[in-house]
């Protein structure tokens, strides 16, 4: 079945520092990959999706580039902010009838100030 | 914009209990999904359905029942409620498009006493 693999956490930055959370996926199909983002108390939320090969998705400073022959999605931030600290959501879609999703485990980023 | 209403906040019951989790949505989305969220883990399907009175089984029904009465509402069963699947339980729902995003609720965290 399809999977996704992300780092592993708990992630600790200092603010203004650099973010990479590496996703890894496995699927014998063409999926659209996405990034969601959780903060305490709330359920996730769309950060940005790519449903092509090769192209870049953005949103709020944080990007991932779709990597078809890698199989990657990696989630980068030049400078992290306190305010980012959530957990990130690596997740993967393969049938448009269903929508359904297959998530990573998640990292939990904590920024300190 | 909508919103989605997961009912109730905190949810406490005993082992062996029924317990009903309920999750309304004003976006007049036709799919609807229910996932557990474990601590460390990411999300598992466990029920979705695609309109009113459609249900399909994810990769973690069992133990589960749900129900899909009205588009705008799924309700998700415990049918014995044990320790090991104390939780966040997360609602979403969806356009039909594909690849569309998913929006979720705040989610049910439940105790099993």
């Known amino acids: 079945g399809d999977s996704v693999t992300q780092t592993e956490g708990p992630v600790t930055l200092s603010e203004g520092t650099s973010l990479t959370v590496n996703c890894s996926y496995e699927?014998?199909?063409?999926?659209?990959l996405f990034w969601y983002v959780q903060y305490p108390g709330e359920g996730p939320q769309l950060l940005f999706k790519?449903?092509?090969?090769?192209e870049k998705g953005s949103n709020r400073g944080f990007e991932a580039t779709y990597n078809k022959e890698a199989t990657s999605f990696h989630l980068q931030k030049a400078s992290v902010q306190e305010s980012d600290s959530a957990v990130y959501y690596c997740?993967?879609?393969?049938?448009?009838?269903?929508?359904?999703?297959?998530f990573g485990d998640g990292t939990v980023l904590t920024v300190k100030p | 914009g909508g919103i989605i209403t997961q009912t109730p906040k905190f949810l406490i019951g005993q082992e062996g209990q029924k317990l009903t989790l309920k999750c309304q949505q004003n976006f007049n989305h036709d799919t609807m999904y229910w996932y557990r969220q474990d601590s460390g883990k990411g999300l598992r399907l466990i029920y979705y359905s695609i309109t009113e009175n459609d249900l399909q089984k994810g990769d973690l029904s069992e133990g589960y029942d749900a129900s899909r009465e009205k588009k705008s509402s799924f309700s998700l069963t415990v049918t014995s409620a044990q320790k090991n699947e104390m939780a966040v339980f997360l609602c979403a729902s969806s356009p039909p498009s594909g690849y569309a995003e998913q929006f979720f609720g705040p989610g049910t965290r439940l105790t099993v006493l």
């Open positions: 997740a993967l879609n393969v049938n448009t009838n269903t929508g359904k999703l297959t």
């Open positions: 699927t014998k199909q063409y999926p659209t």
């Open positions: 790519v449903p092509k090969a090769n």
